[in-house]
């Protein structure tokens, strides 16, 4: 079974900070994804990326930054953490190939106080 | 834009069934649906295709009109762990491994 962990399942920060997520999955997918969920929201998404060191921009990248030096990791970095990043994160992981599902972690749900 | 999910919620008892609905202003490759228990991840139900290839839980049924660019996932002879948000992702033409974008989720709550 693909596992995709996520480094915290809860995580309390404060305004300002800089925030790191880590995500990490072992099925050597070339595909990872962050999303963020929010209450009647649905799950949107913030980065992904392809490949070592690539990265492209979701539909809400602003104040969010990514990094992946290695092929199992992807880290989700709030450069300097605000009250309306509050929010459920979630990290996938997917084969290349379009028709092929994603596997979801459990999420960290993070507070920025 | 994120495809529109109805019902928003519906409940049902255990037995009866239900459809879903996903429905997109943009052309699709593919769609993809996932449910989600409190507090879990979302779980992988199925993939439908442009040109009609499916991928998914064999207990599952979905129909993708491409034209329409509509997708309906069908519930039947619902059992209590079918409980949960149903979730429909959108991935665009191109079919490229893009990430989803995804609705705002049905909420379905199965009854005894």
């Known amino acids: 079974d693909v596992k995709v962990t996520q480094s915290s399942r809860y995580l309390v920060k404060r305004t300002g900070e800089k925030v790191f997520l880590e995500c990490v999955q072992d099925m050597d997918h070339e595909n990872m994804f962050w999303y963020r969920q929010d209450p009647g929201l649905g799950l949107r998404l913030i980065y992904f990326s392809y490949d070592v060191k690539m990265k492209e921009k979701g539909d809400i990248p602003e104040g969010y930054s990514v990094s992946r030096e290695k092929k199992e990791r992807f880290s989700l970095i709030l450069e300097s953490a605000s009250t309306n990043q509050t929010s459920m994160y979630l990290c996938?992981?997917?084969?290349?190939?379009?028709?092929?599902?994603?596997?979801f972690g459990d999420g960290t749900r993070l507070s920025i106080l | 834009q994120q495809p529109v999910q109805s019902p928003q919620a519906v409940i049902l008892r255990e037995g009866e069934d239900a459809v879903i609905n996903c429905s997109s202003s943009k052309a699709l490759y593919s769609v993809h649906w996932y449910r989600q228990k409190h507090g879990e991840a979302p779980v992988f139900l199925m993939i439908?295709?442009?040109?009609?290839e499916q991928k998914g839980h064999e207990k599952i049924s979905a129909s993708f009109n491409e034209k329409k660019q509509q997708s309906s996932l069908y519930l039947t002879a619902s059992q209590l762990s079918y409980s949960g948000t149903y979730f429909c992702?959108?991935?665009?033409?191109?079919?490229?491994?893009?990430?989803?974008?995804f609705g705002k989720g049905t909420h379905l709550i199965i009854q005894p």
């Open positions: 992702g959108t991935d665009p033409p191109g079919g490229g491994a893009d990430g989803l974008t």
């Open positions: 439908l295709l442009k040109g009609g």
């Open positions: 996938a992981s997917s084969l290349l190939q379009s028709n092929q599902p994603q596997h």
